[in-house]
């Protein structure tokens, strides 16, 4: 929390995302840490990692419904299977409510546009209501 206050982030879905971090799973280490505020993704995907970590690395997937972690296995698993591979799928948090754009920085600059385009037309309509006069 200190970390993200640091940077002024208040909301309450604030969380730091740490990459190129090998994860043990072998030694029981998990990619979501300090209460799910810390995810550590892409732990162990390069080939020499994998005999410490025991995967091959997560990868963070996010959506407005949820967010969630693929763990990946070796890619020797991928050969021997000619190809065939699905990742496990872990949701880790669930967005409710769901995340829409209105809740993103984006959202927040198109309701400042559209501020200003009110603003605008109401300069526009007043220009029109001196005209008619």
């Given at each position: 929390d200190k970390?993200?206050?640091?940077?002024?982030?208040?909301?309450?879905?604030?969380?730091?995302?740490n990459g190129?971090?090998?994860?043990?799973?072998?030694?029981?280490?998990?990619?979501?840490?300090?209460?799910?505020?810390?995810?550590?993704?892409?732990?162990?995907?390069?080939?020499?990692?994998?005999?410490?970590?025991g995967i091959a690395g997560y990868t963070l997937m996010y959506?407005?419904?949820?967010v969630a972690l693929a763990e990946h296995v070796s890619y020797s698993h991928i050969r021997d299977n000619m190809g065939a591979y699905t990742p496990k799928i872990y949701e880790t948090e669930k967005l409710?409510?769901?995340?829409?754009?209105?809740?993103?920085?984006?959202?927040?600059?198109?309701?400042a546009r559209i501020e200003v385009l009110k603003e605008l037309l109401e300069v526009i309509d007043k220009g029109k209501n001196i005209s008619n006069k």
């Open positions: 970390i993200l206050d640091e940077f002024d982030l208040k909301c309450e879905r604030r969380r730091i995302i190129h971090v090998p994860v043990k799973v072998k030694e029981g280490k998990k990619p979501v840490r300090a209460n799910g505020k810390l995810y550590v993704i892409d732990g162990g995907i390069s080939k020499p990692y994998q005999k410490k970590t959506n407005s419904h949820h409710i409510p769901r995340m829409l754009i209105k809740d993103t920085d984006e959202g927040e600059k198109i309701r």
